[in-house]
């Protein structure tokens, strides 16, 4: 596996205050990589690390292969970056403001059009970005990103702020990216729902450190699932569970839920336990068996 990223014992500290300890982050070629945590857990201190904007105390990070403290120049023309609110001049279009970071950048002069294009913002190319809407603004900010075609995107909190259509738009781009553009893409958030739909690999970070990284996939499939019955009967079919060595509770709404490693049991058994409760008799009107989101997987890291 070819790593866009690859960080060893990544550590930063500002005084007293450790603000990322030992990070060992690995992002795969083409991936989405969802950098996830709680505001405050290190996510943009490493993001600027990996940029080379800070220093690490100890520790190495590189970008396909170059070294960021030593090399900055080679690792920082492999990227591009969108950290925090991007910053426009308001009194020029859209166009003129990706001209001016085309032309400090040395790069063709068809890289204008083509951000537009990629970003869907050819339409608004021509207005004056003071009369841009957050969203605009946003994939604005993307655009010059892509200006120069870098092998790796990096976008920081790219939907903060956004309302739910600038949400689905944002989405749809970094989900669209690395297939039309063979970009890998870092895109860091606090809202774990969100990532959720469109990272294909996660990393959990936590006060500091890298609590947990996998693909999504291996991520999910490797925690409990909830499982949950609604019957006529809910104390019978606990204890008709409880018989087979699985343990459940009957919840505030009347559902017999089995949640944490007793779920996994439950799910692989769900046709066996229908069966049983139809031959004692039991109503049976609905069975769910739903994965762990990825906030229930953050929530249990944390609390290990």
């Known amino acids: 596996m070819e790593l866009a990223i690859s960080c060893r014992g990544l550590t930063r500290s500002f005084g007293r205050q450790r603000a990322v300890e030992d990070v060992d982050l690995e992002v795969p070629e083409r991936a989405v990589y969802g950098f996830v945590g709680r505001n405050g857990a290190g996510k943009t201190t490493t993001i600027r690390l990996l940029l080379g904007l800070l220093r690490p105390d100890s520790g190495s990070a590189r970008i396909f292969g170059h070294d960021v403290?030593?090399?900055?120049?080679?690792?920082?023309?492999?990227?591009?970056?969108?950290?925090?609110?991007?910053?426009?001049?308001?009194?020029?279009?859209?166009?003129?403001?990706?001209?001016?970071?085309?032309?400090?950048?040395?790069?063709?002069?068809?890289?204008?059009?083509?951000?537009?294009?990629?970003?869907?913002?050819?339409?608004?190319?021509?207005?004056?970005?003071?009369?841009?809407?957050?969203?605009?603004?946003?994939?604005?900010?993307?655009?010059?990103?892509?200006?120069?075609?870098?092998?790796?995107?990096?976008?920081?909190?790219?939907?903060?702020?956004?309302?739910?259509?600038?949400?689905?738009?944002?989405?749809?781009?970094?989900?669209?990216?690395?297939?039309?553009?063979?970009?890998?893409?870092?895109?860091?958030?606090?809202?774990?729902?969100?990532?959720?739909?469109?990272?294909?690999?996660?990393?959990?970070?936590?006060?500091?450190?890298?609590?947990?990284?996998?693909?999504?996939?291996?991520?999910?499939?490797?925690?409990?699932?909830?499982?949950?019955?609604?019957v006529d009967r809910p104390a019978a079919l606990v204890e008709l569970l409880a018989g087979m060595g699985i343990q459940a509770e009957v919840g505030a709404d009347g559902r017999v839920a089995v949640t944490g490693p007793a779920a996994d049991r439950a799910a692989r058994n769900v046709a066996r336990i229908n069966a049983c409760m139809v031959e004692r008799g039991l109503a049976v009107s609905g069975i769910e068996v739903a994965e762990a989101s990825l906030e229930e997987i953050f929530m249990t890291a944390i609390a290990a």
């Open 69 to 230: 403290a030593r090399e900055r120049r080679a690792a920082a023309r492999t990227i591009g970056a969108l950290v925090e609110t991007p910053s426009h001049y308001d009194h020029l279009t859209g166009r003129e403001n990706l001209e001016i970071s085309r032309r400090l950048l040395g790069v063709a002069r068809g890289e204008v059009d083509r951000a537009l294009a990629i970003t869907d913002m050819a339409y608004a190319a021509g207005r004056r970005v003071g009369a841009y809407s957050l969203g605009m603004r946003q994939r604005l900010g993307v655009a010059r990103a892509l200006l120069g075609r870098p092998k790796l995107l990096i976008l920081d909190e790219p939907t903060n702020g956004l309302d739910p259509e600038g949400i689905c738009d944002m989405r749809a781009l970094i989900a669209g990216l690395p297939e039309a553009e063979g970009v890998t893409i870092l895109v860091s958030s606090h809202v774990l729902a969100e990532v959720e739909q469109t990272a294909t690999h996660i990393g959990l970070m936590h006060a500091g450190r890298l609590l947990v990284q996998a693909p999504v996939e291996d991520l999910k499939s490797g925690q409990a699932k909830r499982v949950a019955f609604r």
